[in-house]
């Protein structure tokens, strides 16, 4: 089991930043990738950018050049870290934000966070 504990979210005007954590804790030992997911209401989850163990990226292209993905492997403390980095937000960056893992064919979620961008 992994489990994975989100930070970050809010309120912020449209052109500002937020920056998103993800801990995932557990056995984290085979997890391949780690990524965020965000969901509008009315409208399917979708990728917003992952990042694998050996750190190549991907992000949507509608974030492109807008949000950095990072990953911290901690060896010592048994936790990996998944930050987003998000600037230059758009109203259409509101969303509930998931952090995702894979370990193999297993995918896990987080709980979710709120991200709201005002215009």
């Known amino acids: 089991q992994v489990q994975l504990v989100e930070s970050g979210g809010g309120l912020v005007q449209a052109g500002g930043s937020l920056r998103l954590s993800c801990a995932a804790s557990?056995?984290?030992?085979?997890?391949?990738?780690m990524g965020w997911y965000r969901q509008a209401p009315g409208k399917q989850r979708e990728l917003v950018a992952i990042?694998?163990?050996?750190?190549?990226?991907?992000?949507?292209?509608s974030v492109k050049g807008r949000f950095t993905i990072s990953r911290d492997n901690s060896r010592d403390n048994a936790k990996n870290t998944v930050n987003l980095q998000m600037n230059s937000l758009k109203p259409e960056d509101t969303a509930v934000y998931y952090c995702?893992?894979?370990?193999?064919?297993?995918?896990?979620w987080g709980q979710g966070t709120q991200v709201t961008v005002s215009s």
């Open positions: 990042i694998t163990s050996g750190g190549i990226t991907n992000y949507a292209d």
């Open positions: 995702n893992s894979r370990r193999g064919p297993i995918n896990y």
């Open positions: 557990g056995s984290i030992f085979s997890i391949t990738a």
